[in-house]
């Protein structure tokens, strides 16, 4: 069975702490991705990896990045949490080599609380 | 870059109506638009998805249409039960010249309550 976990379903950090988020994967999947979900806006690209050690911004990329040294794990970095960052973080995996190549797979999400 | 509106953003239903949301995309080149459900306190899970060859796919109570000259898709549910309640999401992507790496770009998110 397709499983995505992410670290920590709650978090709460102040502002100005480096923040890391966790996700794995165990479909061997070639892509991971990393949205943040936010009322009214649905879910946002902040950063995608299509390979280990690659990485592409998505569409808000500010105030974040990320690292992928195993195919299986993918890291979302807060590099100095502010308020605007509160939301929830979802992790997706998906792979062109699969028969659904372009599903994704999502985890729990990660909600970050930043005071 | 891809722009996607869904509406509404809650719907209210009562059991064993239907319930319909739309959405519209900007980039004529997307060619998969799929729909996700997201329970509670769970991540969004595809529910169904169509492609831009196809103008209609079902699946038992659920159904999408595609309109690719208006640029418009809809997701149907029909006889509608308490555990279809949920947020659904539409989404595109475009596959045009192999590099999008399964990019969706996803819709604001519909609020469904269907009551008993």
């Known amino acids: 069975d397709v499983k995505v976990t992410q670290s920590s379903r709650y978090l709460v950090k102040r502002t100005g702490e480096k923040v890391f988020l966790e996700c794995v994967q165990d479909m061997d999947h070639e892509n991971m991705f990393w949205y943040r979900q936010d009322p009214g806006l649905g879910l946002r690209l902040i950063y995608f990896?299509?390979?280990?050690?690659?990485?592409e911004k998505g569409d808000i990329p500010e105030g974040y990045s990320v690292s992928r040294e195993k195919k299986e794990r993918f890291s979302l970095i807060l590099e100095s949490a502010s308020t605007n960052q509160t939301s929830m973080y979802l992790c997706a995996s998906s792979s062109p080599l699969a028969g659904d190549t372009d599903t994704q797979y999502f985890g729990p999400g990660t909600r970050l609380t930043v005071l | 870059g891809e722009n996607v509106e869904q509406h509404p953003s809650t719907l209210s239903v009562q059991e064993g109506d239907s319930a319909v949301i739309k959405c519209t995309y900007s980039d004529s080149a997307s060619n998969y638009f799929p729909w996700y459900k997201q329970e509670l306190g769970k991540g969004p899970q595809l529910i169904i998805d169509i492609r831009s060859n196809v103008g209609e796919k079902k699946d038992q109570r659920i159904a999408v249409t595609l309109n690719k000259t208006a640029k418009h898709f809809s997701l149907h549910i029909t006889e509608t039960q308490p555990e279809d309640s949920a947020v659904y999401f539409c989404?595109?992507?475009?596959?045009?010249?192999?590099?999008?790496?399964?990019?969706?770009?996803f819709g604001q998110g519909t609020i469904l309550t269907v009551h008993p």
């Open positions: 990896s299509y390979d280990v050690k690659m990485k």
């Open positions: 989404a595109a992507s475009s596959n045009a010249g192999g590099t999008s790496y399964g990019k969706l770009t």
